[in-house]
């Protein structure tokens, strides 16, 4: 018997099938939504911009092999996607200050701005979605996101189990 057997007969498998189906529906939803945020700043930003952004705003400058590393996900994605980023003026391409030849992606002035403005809209709107929870159920619903979102993460990264 393999792995995921056990787990599914040992667990409760209503709870599992309404699991599943929630995440199915939760992904569903918030690429729908996009989860943008409010007014007007609603869906201003794509995920894959906010998430560059958002990487650059809380590691620094770093060059494309790093920032592909550090989100998971190859150079040449990163490459694609930053263009756009650097083309409207949001990350700034410079030189590295020890080796002039490799570049640096580094969040402009105004990508910091764009970012705290849609970061802005997007918490306004997980307190709109949340306010009637109490600030516990908060704490414990982003714990166990965080946590949940660190499992997949760490399948995806396992090569033997990232198609399983």
């Known amino acids: 018997m ?10 409760d498998t209503g709870l599992l ?15 729908q939504t996009r989860l943008g945020g409010v007014g007007q700043v609603r ?18 400058p770093m060059g494309v092999k790093a920032l ?18 650097v083309d409207t003026g949001l990350v700034k391409r410079t030189s590295h200050p020890e080796d002039g030849r490799a570049v640096v992606l580094q969040l402009s002035p105004r990508g910091q701005a764009r970012l705290e403005e849609v970061r802005s809209s ?8 949340t306010q009637d929870w109490d600030p516990e159920e908060r704490e414990v619903f982003c714990a166990l996101l965080t946590r ?10 396992t090569p033997d189990r990232a198609d399983s």
Not at 2 to 11: F, N, Q, S, Y
Not at 21 to 28: D, G, K, P, S
Not at 122 to 129: D, G, I, N
């Open 2 to 11: 393999d792995m995921r057997t056990d787990l599914t007969a040992v667990g």
């Open 43 to 60: 869906n201003s930003m794509d995920r894959a911009a906010y998430l560059l952004l958002n990487r650059l705003d809380k590691e620094g």
């Open 68 to 85: 592909a590393a550090s989100m998971g996900i190859d150079s040449s994605t990163v490459t694609r996607q930053v263009a756009p980023l």
């Open 148 to 157: 949940f979102n660190g499992a997949l993460s760490a399948r995806m990264s």
């Open 17 to 31: 099938d309404t699991l599943q189906h929630e995440v199915a529906l939760f992904a569903r939803r918030a690429e």
């Open 122 to 129: 997007r918490r306004q709107l997980m307190a709109e979605l």
